[in-house]
């Protein structure tokens, strides 16, 4: 898949929504569905960093996307679908939804994590992913052909010391995955996936890998193969997977 050519127009006249839209992987996906003619609805907290990606897509001649400045560790149901009613007031559709977005804190034995990390940890990597697509699940079903992708991690994948709660709620999403599979077995036009992308250079690779250096490790835009093939209709038969971009 990392030598996925996506056709200009993959993504023309569909909307998706990138939860975590301001930095790292959700900045720079929001960058290529937008490039591959998305109506992208940019997510996360930061205002100022949000009106930067909005500007970038609109300088590089994209549709022009839409802002939601939104805290999804705060986050309960009704403000969950007061948001999905939004996007369908102003956006019409939803065709997509990469959930990017995380909760990290640092990587420290279960002994000293607390209560309260975890709750965060919880809310963000794994509560949160599953109540904004039940949030959308309506609009994500009138779609003709619509896709929601996750964001794993290999340490959710295999678990190993010190990862802790940030590496129980990954695990949790790729359960989350096949459940949601299985429950949309008979809805055809909706796919659920979990894409891990691996060691990629960001500012949440440098804090847990504070010593390693970013030139060695793919760049965000390297896997944007992977993000544009999940997202359009060259994967509409991919359901229910965990795919590792790095295995
Ligand atoms: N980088 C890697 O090496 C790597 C490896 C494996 C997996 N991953 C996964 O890839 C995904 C993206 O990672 P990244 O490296 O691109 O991270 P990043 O650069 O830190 O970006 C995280 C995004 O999440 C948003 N966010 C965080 N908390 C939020 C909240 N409460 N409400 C709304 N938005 C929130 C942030 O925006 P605001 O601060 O503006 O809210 C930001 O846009 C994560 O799920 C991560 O687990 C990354």
């Known amino acids: 898949m990392k030598d996925y050519q996506a056709r200009p127009d993959l993504l023309a006249g569909r909307v998706v929504l990138v939860a975590g839209a301001s930095s ?18 940019l997510l996360a907290r ?23 400045p939104f805290d999804l560790a705060a986050a309960d149901d009704r403000g969950l679908e007061t948001l999905a009613g939004t996007i369908a007031h102003h956006l019409g559709r939803l065709d997509g939804m990469l959930y990017s ?3 990290f ?3 420290t034995p279960l002994a000293l994590q607390t209560l309260e990390q ?20 309506p609009l994500l079903r009138q779609a003709p052909d619509a896709s929601v992708v996750f964001t794993g991690e290999s340490h959710g994948h295999r678990p190993a ?3 802790g709660g940030y590496a129980v709620a990954k695990a949790g999403l790729e359960t989350l ?31 847990t890998h504070p010593g390693h250096t970013p030139d060695a490790l793919p760049a965000p835009d390297d896997l944007m193969p992977w993000y544009l093939y999940l997202m359009g209709p060259d994967s509409q038969t991919v359901r229910g997977q965990i795919i590792e971009c790095a295995p």
């Open 24 to 41: 790292g992987l959700g900045r720079t996906a929001s960058l290529a569905y937008a490039r591959h003619g998305a109506t992208v609805a």
């Open 46 to 68: 930061n205002e100022a960093r949000l009106e930067t990606v909005y500007d970038e897509i609109v300088a590089a001649g994209g549709p022009e996307p839409a802002m939601f």
């Open 101 to 103: 977005a995380h909760q």
């Open 105 to 107: 804190f640092s990587l």
């Open 118 to 137: 975890w709750q965060s940890l919880m809310r963000v990597n794994l509560i949160a992913p599953f109540a904004l697509t039940r949030a959308c699940l």
């Open 161 to 163: 010391a010190y990862w």
């Open 177 to 207: 995955t096949h459940i949601w599979n299985e429950e949309l077995a008979d809805t055809a036009t909706l796919r659920i996936n979990t894409l891990i992308p691996g060691p990629v250079a960001t500012t949440l690779r440098a804090r």
